[in-house]
């Protein structure tokens, strides 16, 4: 069993419970374990006890090789108020849905999924972020807050910036958050995984750290906090919803996290489909005309 360093503290673990939790846990967890099939998730409510007095979204994920548990805090208002907020949110995507299935225009959907997820997220900026054929990309749509003086629409970025490791990771797993741009990270223990040898492969994690790399990248743009979700198209990265915080950290609850998630997937959809829809008109004019230069050819040989 592998744990956050910072989990003892958190839970206020005595002594003999530090064993219990080291010893038992891992059991108890490979006992769960078998409900799962590959890369499913789980979503459970734990209520106030000894060891935690708030309520608590605890996340589960496995793999072939992991089985991964995570905890984050509900604020009372989530906590009393979970169905008839969930409720809410459906009635929200559902409207979005009616909203974006008339749309045959791709930039139209573009600035309409960036205007949505700001009002949903309520994040400083979002920048819904394209890739061409060689990953450059070009933000096409943007929607900022009033007091947010800097646009990047229209702009370009290299490749680099979003390099093939980070475009593999929001191919499968499709977000990332970051609440704080100077978090601490925290290691876990132990480093190396007792059941494979190696380090734990934290792909679907989501509270995973990130690159410090990427960090200074947010820190040289003023960004205290980011979001992003991936559009895919045909099973590839076709952009990115950039979702910057500005004026402070900013953590984004589960259903929160899973309505924008549900808006990036719908959006996908319907960008597919209006892609297959160019593709299949471009295919219908490139027949018609070499019909038309055959029906050409076969006159002007006839006339011959």
């Known amino acids: 069993l592998e744990t956050s360093k910072t989990l003892d503290g958190l839970l206020h673990l005595d002594d003999q419970s530090k064993v219990m939790l080291r010893e038992q846990g891992g059991p108890i967890l490979c006992d769960i374990s078998h409900l799962f099939g590959p890369y499913q998730h789980l ?42 907020h969930m409720n809410k949110m459906l009635s929200r995507l559902n409207a979005y849905q009616l909203r974006l299935c ?36 070009h933000v096409v749509a943007e929607e900022n807050a009033a007091d947010v003086p800097i646009t990047y629409l229209g702009l370009h970025f290299p490749a680099s910036d979003i390099p093939a490791q980070a475009r593999q990771l929001y191919t499968i797993n499709k977000f990332r958050m970051i609440s704080d741009v100077d978090y601490q990270r925290i290691p ?8 494979t040898n190696r380090p734990a492969d934290l792909t ?4 995973r750290s990130v690159s410090p790399v ?70 219908l004019a490139s027949r018609q005309l070499i019909q038309q230069l055959e029906t050409a050819f076969q006159s002007s040989t006839h006339n011959g």
């Open 43 to 84: 979503l459970v409510f734990v209520h106030p006890s000894k060891y935690n007095d708030h309520n608590s979204t605890v996340l589960a994920t496995t793999d072939d090789t992991l089985f991964i548990v995570e905890a984050e805090p509900l604020k009372p208002s989530e906590t009393m108020n979970y169905i008839q």
């Open 102 to 137: 008339v749309m045959n225009d791709l930039m139209d959907v573009c600035k309409l999924v960036a205007r949505e997820l700001q009002q949903v997220s309520g994040y400083d900026r979002i920048m819904l972020y394209e890739f061409d054929t060689d990953w450059h990309g």
């Open 188 to 195: 876990l223990v132990p480093m190396i995984n007792p059941r």
């Open 204 to 207: 679907h994690s989501v509270f």
């Open 214 to 283: 990427h960090l200074v990248y947010l820190r040289n743009m003023d960004v205290r906090a980011s979001f992003s979700v991936s559009i895919m198209v045909h099973d590839r990265l076709w952009g990115l919803l950039a979702c910057h915080h500005i004026r402070s950290s900013r953590f984004l609850p589960y259903t929160t996290r899973a309505l924008c998630l549900s808006i990036g997937s719908i959006t996908s959809a319907h960008i597919t489909n209006l892609i297959n829809k160019k593709v299949e008109r471009e295919m």
